[in-house]
């Protein structure tokens, strides 16, 4: 075991000595032992001939048959190369589309990802994460981790981002490491001022509030008071089922009235969380920003929206729809005095924070992360453990499965055999 920590340890070693000053310089994220595949790898290997495995799954398809999760299984645990997986790819999506579709193993999921992320293929993974439904790619947190940390490296934190949706479109948010890595990216991607989308800034706003839903502290606070201000925004300009439309969040209006909820609560509650300065600043300027719209201008959208829809009961819930959003836009002069009281408020007592959000996920990344590691490892140790025991169990099911078959055609043989005998006697 002591031996196993040292040869980890040089070869993280080997592996930073390798990496620029600037890189190393920056990374306060997963550490080596994280994201070490030495524990993956030292699992018992099955040898196949992909090419011949390729042909013996196509031939079952043919005959209409189901290939096994085993199969599938062995398939990504052998691929040595870039190509390998994208041929990979296209028998998980057969695989989803077969019979045997809802016994993809969870360990094959995470092999996926891994192989993936080993030959340069992250794109690959990503594409059959945001379409899981096709692929059955429905990873376990930790997977989740090593995907969002993949991209946070490379400093792509729009892809970081497109993961974290992932996350939060499974409710995935269980885990403080992926609470944390999650927020990092969502503030190191707005941090760029990046011009938003609708669905981008439903997404963002969705992924903050409910990661921030995790934390009860400062930075969790911040990042749902910017995540129902974003969404308030687009509920103000776009009308509610432009913010709940394939998200899981609350399907009724007042994201604004929400934001102030929550400035609310940290004023009126005692100890050291505060704001950040610059999620105030944003919910400040979006207020002002709402409030020099015209009527006409804040309406359009709902109107071209409902010219989409057909049939009487459609269109009076479109009108009903229409209207809540038409009284939720009244509220608007309400929440700009509001805002503007409670910001006086936190002033006054010394709970707005100078430091801006991306800042203070940087800081609880570097004080937390750590910490929040260790238990994570412990259960994908755990985890490891309990695959190889099912995947143990599995095999066994199919020698024994496979030797009764062959018993079965020995006996036809045989009674065949018999039969051509007696009729020849």
Request: proline fraction near 3%; glycine fraction near 6%; aromatic fraction near 8%.
């Amino acid at each position: 075991m002591a031996a196993s920590v040292l040869q980890r340890c040089f070869t993280a070693a080997v592996k930073v000595k390798s990496i620029t000053p600037t890189f190393t310089a920056r990374r306060c994220l997963l550490s080596a032992a994280y994201t070490d595949t030495t524990l993956w790898e030292s699992r018992e290997k099955d040898p196949q001939n992909l090419a011949l495995l390729a042909v013996s799954m196509d031939k079952t398809y043919e005959r209409k048959l189901p290939v096994s999760s085993l199969t599938i299984s062995r398939f990504i645990d052998n691929i040595t190369s870039r190509e390998e997986v994208e041929q990979a790819e296209y028998y998980l999506f057969k695989f989803r589309h077969s019979p045997n579709c809802w016994y993809l193993r969870d360990w094959t999921m995470h092999g996926w990802f891994r192989q993936c992320l080993k030959y340069g293929a992250r794109d690959k993974a990503l594409h059959t994460l945001k379409n899981k439904v096709q692929y059955g790619m429905f990873p376990d947190d930790f997977t989740f981790n090593l995907l969002i940390d993949s991209y946070i490296k490379e400093e792509d934190f729009k892809g970081a981002c497109s993961v974290v949706e992932e996350v939060m479109l499974q409710e995935a948010f269980d885990l403080p490491s992926t609470q944390i890595l999650s927020m990092y990216a969502l503030s190191s991607y707005l941090a760029t001022k990046p011009q938003l989308t609708v669905a981008e800034e439903r997404m963002l706003g969705a992924a903050l509030l409910i990661a921030g839903l995790k934390q009860n502290n400062t930075v969790g606070l911040s990042a749902q008071l910017l995540g129902n201000s974003l969404l308030g925004k687009l509920e103000m300009t776009k009308g509610i089922n432009a913010v709940f439309k394939g998200m899981p969040l609350i399907w009724t209006n007042g994201y604004l009235g929400r934001a102030l909820a929550v400035m609310e609560r940290v004023a009126a509650t005692p100890g050291d969380i505060r704001l950040s300065q610059d999620t105030l600043g944003t919910l400040n300027s979006w207020l002002q920003e709402l409030s020099s719209v015209s009527d006409s201008d804040s309406s359009s959208g709902d109107s071209s929206s409902g010219e989409e829809e057909s049939g009487g009961e459609e269109r009076q819930e479109e009108a009903k729809l229409d209207a809540e959003d038409e009284e939720e836009r009244t509220k608007l002069p309400l929440y700009v005095s509001r805002f503007k009281e409670l910001s006086g408020q936190l002033e006054s007592q010394g709970k707005v924070d100078p430091a801006s959000l991306h800042a203070l996920v940087s800081a609880m990344a570097r004080q937390a992360l750590a910490t929040a590691e260790q238990p994570d490892l412990d259960q994908y140790q755990s985890r490891l453990q309990d695959w190889e025991v099912e995947k143990s169990g599995l095999i066994q099911r199919e020698k024994e499965s496979m030797q009764r078959a062959e018993e079965e055609r020995q006996k036809r043989v045989a009674a065949r055999a018999a039969e051509q005998q007696a009729s020849e006697g």
